[in-house]
């Protein structure tokens, strides 16, 4: 790939004083933090309001618990507001798994029941339904849904595996692994036409999207507030509509149990719930700042300029400037991939997630889908182009240098 063929690098966003817009974080500078997609990052105002928070459930635990039913109910109204749903259907849960959980442990048994998921699914989600299929005596159904599907083959295949006997179907909105969405409203709008309940594993779409739950007909949706939201790390919501929703309760059962669906998750005993009062703080942040919209723009901007570069880097190493075909591609993230004999399956891009970051000095994002190794590119506004570019020049070299000696060890008699 030719230089001039290359997007123009988006100008970094700044803060209202023309600070860098990093500086709103507290951000290890001696890394680069190139996988917000992960485990996000929290701004600084929303650190101190949770600290602040904290001293305050500290200082008189006896006032602050009794009274934590009602803040929860206020921080629903705005975590609500932000989704586009009724306060009335969100309940919070500390992250996706955990809202996975409460809808799998929730459901009525259902013997020898299918479970339907697909093969980009969440791992920890997928061994979840495993589990939930074993405790039925059924099993789970896997769709093969190829990378570079488009959303009709990607429902097509989906819509293959139901039957009589599918009782759950799940399905990611935004696939962890590879990047991609899926067609959720195509196979929502299929499950509600059988009477199948439908789960959607939205853990990367609240922020990223502008309005995840449109369109969507699920009975229940789960998505993370600390990936793309920047809330304080264990934030989620968990929207459920349809009878179904009441027969939700939270893993702890506390003395809400017998308040009706979403009340009941707002009393969880000595639970630390100060980073749920804390979200609104980072989501208004983002939006005070730069606007969602903006901020989503630059995100992908941002994203379709690392990936030419790196595409263009990895050419050296590939042999090939092919960008990833993903089938439905999602705004802010995009696949890049590595060399053969990197990441080829999770726990080998695991190991290497580990090892970039303690010798090469950067936080990115390794996957694997099908044995191919990837690097998961996801974009945020403290990132700017000097991020990628450094990962071009710097580390990808050394990359290359590893899947030789890699292929070299697998050669060897």
């Not at 709008?189 to 990367?204: C, M, Q, S, T, Y």
């Not at 999207?209 to 793309?228: C, E, R, S, T, Y």
Request: charged share 20%; glycine share 8%; with cysteine.
């Amino acid at each position: 790939m030719s230089e001039t063929e290359v997007t123009t690098a988006p100008s970094p966003l700044m803060l209202a004083d023309g600070r860098p817009a990093a500086l709103a974080w507290s951000l290890d500078p001696a890394l680069r933090h190139l996988n917000h997609g992960s485990f996000g990052a929290v701004p600084l105002v929303a650190q101190e309001r949770q600290q602040r928070l904290r001293a305050e459930m500290e200082r008189s635990p006896v006032v602050w618990f009794p009274a934590l039913p009602q803040r929860l109910a206020t921080s629903r109204v705005d975590i609500a507001a932000f989704l586009g749903t009724a306060p009335d259907r969100l309940a919070l849960v500390p992250n996706a798994s955990a809202g996975v959980s409460v809808v799998y442990a929730s459901l009525m048994h259902r013997p020898r029941g299918e479970i339907v998921v697909t093969d980009h699914g969440y791992g920890a989600v997928t061994m979840g339904a495993q589990r939930l299929a074993r405790r039925w005596g059924g099993r789970v159904r896997t769709a093969r849904v190829p990378l570079d599907a488009d959303e009709q083959q990607a429902y097509q295949a989906v819509a293959a595996e139901l039957s009589e006997d599918t009782a759950l179907v799940v399905v990611d909105q935004i696939t962890s692994p590879t990047a991609r969405r899926m067609p959720v409203d195509l196979i929502g709008a299929e499950a509600h036409r059988r009477g199948i309940p439908f789960l959607v594993d939205a853990a990367h779409a609240p922020g990223l999207i502008a309005a995840p739950l449109a369109g969507v007909q699920a009975d229940f949706w789960v998505g993370n507030l600390h990936k793309w939201g920047c809330a304080p790390r264990g934030t989620a919501a968990l929207v459920a509509q349809g009878p179904l929703s009441e027969h939700l309760h939270p893993l702890i059962d506390s003395w809400g149990a017998a308040d009706p669906y979403p009340d009941r998750f707002d009393q969880q005993g000595t639970v630390d719930a100060t980073a749920y009062l804390a979200a609104h703080t980072a989501l208004d942040f983002m939006e005070r700042t730069w606007g969602w919209g903006t901020a989503r723009r630059y995100m992908d901007d941002l994203a379709s300029y690392a990936e030419q570069i790196l595409t263009a880097a990895f050419a050296e190493v590939n042999g090939s400037d092919e960008p990833v075909d993903v089938g439905m591609p999602v705004p802010g993230m995009r696949l890049v991939r590595l060399p053969a004999a990197l990441g080829a399956s999770r726990v080998e891009a695991d190991s290497l997630r580990d090892r970039v970051a303690e010798e090469l000095g950067v936080e990115a994002a390794f996957t694997s889908f099908d044995g191919v190794g990837y690097l998961r590119l996801s974009a945020h506004v403290y990132n700017t182009a000097a991020d990628y570019e450094y990962f071009a020049e710097a580390c990808v070299p050394i990359l290359g240098e590893w899947a030789r000696a890699a292929r070299e060890t697998h050669a060897a008699p």
